[in-house]
């Protein structure tokens, strides 16, 4: 079926929590150009009349503060802001097992979890025996989703997936060897969601690397299959750049500084949200 028979997709991303850091501290190598280059933390939401996917479901505010990370506000309560229900969600898409892609799974009872086989290897296999490589990861999120495995709630998948027409899952590995990207059909054209893939735009934009990462030339390669995924590299949604905070429109003044709609055109430049406003 051709894409423009398809409903396409809104697609929303949620800012949930943040964390100060240099540009130095974000690139593999370091940055000749030193200065504040925040992470931020999201979730996000596509849906039409016909389903609605939840992708990623973001920590709590006991990781946050383990991690020295703040949190801004509770993820489920952000969805919720956009009327999405965790409890009746019957689909996540968990791109990676990061802490905070996967920390409130368990507030979705009723879904089942997309998943990619490698990346459950990963997590659960001889390398989790290296400090270095185990911290990214929670335990107990992992032994969750182990036995949400048992209970015939992850749905595996083993490389590129088209789980609609509109909505597939692609493997892209580097910063995790499961890591997938979402591309997304919506009215403005094929919409990628990197997570990971590419923390900020600078990354794919300049071909650098994050310095989180298991396989440099995986992730680097990625950075070109985002471009090669997406519309254009416009459509391509970076996993914890503030910028996408100012880039996009709010979708209601309740969710000003909260959510951003991806599935329009970005805002023209200095027109979005500030960032540095109370409440981001």
């Not at 390398?127 to 992850?154: K, W």
């Not at 590995?173 to 890591?179: F, K």
Request: glycine letters at 8%; aromatic letters at 8%.
């Amino acid at each position: 079926m051709k894409e423009y028979d398809q409903e396409p997709f809104e697609v929303f991303a949620l800012r949930y929590a943040t964390h100060e850091r240099r540009r130095v501290d974000n690139f593999l190598g370091g940055d000749p150009h030193d200065g504040p280059m925040p992470l931020d933390y999201y979730v996000w939401v596509a849906r039409n009349a016909q389903a609605t996917y939840v992708i990623d479901t973001g920590f709590d505010a006991d990781t946050a503060k383990r991690r020295g990370r703040t949190l801004l506000r509770d993820p489920m309560a952000a969805l919720r802001m956009l009327d999405v229900e965790p409890n009746v969600i019957t689909d996540v898409i968990i791109t990676h097992l990061h802490y905070d892609h996967v920390g409130n799974f368990a507030h979705f009872p009723n879904a089942r979890f997309h998943l990619q086989d490698v990346e459950m290897a990963y997590a659960t296999g001889r390398h989790m025996g290296h400090p270095r490589l185990r911290h990214p990861f929670d335990v107990e999120h992992v032994v969750g989703m182990v036995h949400c495995v048992y209970q015939d709630r992850v749905c595996f998948h083993d490389g590129d997936t088209e789980l609609l027409p509109t909505l597939s899952l692609h493997l892209i590995g580097g910063h995790t060897p499961g890591l997938q990207c979402v591309r997304i059909w919506t009215a403005r054209g094929w919409v990628v969601l990197a997570s990971d893939a590419s923390h900020h735009y600078a990354h794919f934009e300049t071909g650098r690397a994050f310095p989180n990462v298991v396989r440099v030339d995986q992730m680097l390669e990625g950075h070109l299959r985002l471009k090669a995924l997406a519309s254009s590299p416009q459509h391509v949604v970076p996993g914890h750049d503030p910028l996408v905070m100012a880039r996009y429109p709010a979708p209601s003044a309740q969710l000003q500084g909260i959510g951003v709609r991806l599935d329009v055109p970005p805002v023209p430049e200095g027109a979005g949200q500030d960032s540095s406003q109370p409440g981001y």
